[in-house]
């Protein structure tokens, strides 16, 4: 039961972390937008886009071992879960 749990928040916070990057993927996408192509940020900003799609893949590597494991996020009170 206490690995299934584990599973269930790693899954959530998977989730959470996915949908992070998602904010920050939009950002660095419209920036790069309004960008001149010779703009010296956009390197800086590529290398971004490209850690943090990275990252994406990561968390789908989480969500989908979770997943594999039959585990689904649900709410529960996390003082519960740092407990056991």
Same mark, same amino acid.
């Given at each position: 039961?206490?690995?299934?749990?584990?599973?269930?928040?790693?899954?959530?916070?998977?989730?959470?972390? @996915?949908? *992070?990057? =998602?904010?920050?993927? @939009?950002?660095?996408? *419209?920036?790069?937008? @309004?960008?001149? *192509?010779?703009?010296?940020?956009?390197?800086?900003?590529?290398?971004?886009?490209?850690?943090?799609?990275?990252?994406?893949?990561?968390?789908?590597?989480?969500?989908?071992?979770?997943?594999?494991?039959? =585990?689904?996020?649900?709410?529960?009170?996390?003082?519960?879960?740092?407990? *056991?």
């Amino acid at each position: 039961m206490r690995i299934d749990r584990a599973y269930a928040v790693a899954a959530a916070a998977a989730r959470d972390f @996915n949908d *992070e990057l =998602t904010v920050i993927l @939009n950002s660095v996408s *419209e920036s790069l937008g @309004n960008l001149e *192509e010779d703009h010296p940020a956009r390197v800086l900003l590529l290398d971004l886009q490209g850690a943090a799609q990275r990252c994406v893949w990561k968390a789908a590597g989480l969500l989908q071992f979770s997943a594999s494991r039959g =585990t689904r996020p649900s709410a529960a009170p996390l003082e519960s879960l740092i407990d *056991e």
